[in-house]
């Protein structure tokens, strides 16, 4: 079967998928793994943002984005779809939110069905990339600021007040020397009228 057969059957994911599964470490071994990814699906459905470790998330992104694809694509009349939702959510009644919410929601959307954001680091313990990952369109506030030259942002006050004072100071450092070079020229304009003229 060639490259292009595949792609009829399997809808392509609009993320970047990496060519082999992270390894997530867990005592249970690879069914442990899964069912880390299991929880992890159920709780993005569920809540529709959560925050947890990068590389958890942008493992678990793929298998939601895939999650909606199916589910988008297929309908919830058709059996190994159902089967595959019934796997991923551990709560069924998220079932019944991912074909009469979610299939709605995404069934006309061009992009990604999810999006991840890198948290910020705490400043004590272990160095652990945390991530927000989160579905698209959810009632929740977003974390991106839409207007770039937000002016009340502590940041930019902060700036603004720096730049005022800079410019101050060089407004005074430039008077300051237009009254000296003003004194000189006066000093001279003296001294030449006060010359006898021959």
């Not at 390894?23 to 943002?49: A, F, W």
């Not at 309908?75 to 939702?85: V, Y």
């Not at 009469?100 to 061009?110: A, S």
Request: aromatic letters at 8%.
């Amino acid at each position: 079967m060639n490259q292009a057969d595949v792609s009829k059957l399997v809808s392509k994911l609009r993320i970047k998928v990496p060519p082999k599964h992270r390894k997530l470490s867990s005592p249970q071994g690879p069914e442990g793994r899964l069912n880390k990814l299991r929880k992890t699906v159920t709780g993005l459905i569920k809540y529709e943002r959560i925050e947890l470790n990068y590389r958890r998330a942008d493992e678990a992104r793929q298998y939601a984005e895939r999650l909606i694809s199916e589910a988008i694509s297929h309908g919830d009349c058709h059996k190994p779809t159902m089967e595959i939702a019934d796997y991923w959510l551990l709560e069924k009644q998220l079932v019944h939110k991912l074909f009469k919410v979610l299939v709605p929601r995404y069934e006309n959307c061009n992009t990604a069905f999810t999006k991840m954001y890198k948290a910020p680091q705490a400043y004590y313990g272990r160095h652990i990339d945390k991530a927000v990952l989160e579905l698209r369109g959810n009632p929740y506030p977003t974390l991106t600021n839409k207007q770039s030259n937000n002016r009340l942002l502590l940041q930019n006050v902060l700036l603004d007040a720096a730049k005022y004072d800079y410019r101050q100071a060089k407004y005074a450092e430039m008077a300051e020397k237009l009254g000296k070079t003003e004194e000189v020229k006066s000093g001279q304009s003296n001294e030449d009228r006060n010359k006898p003229s021959n």
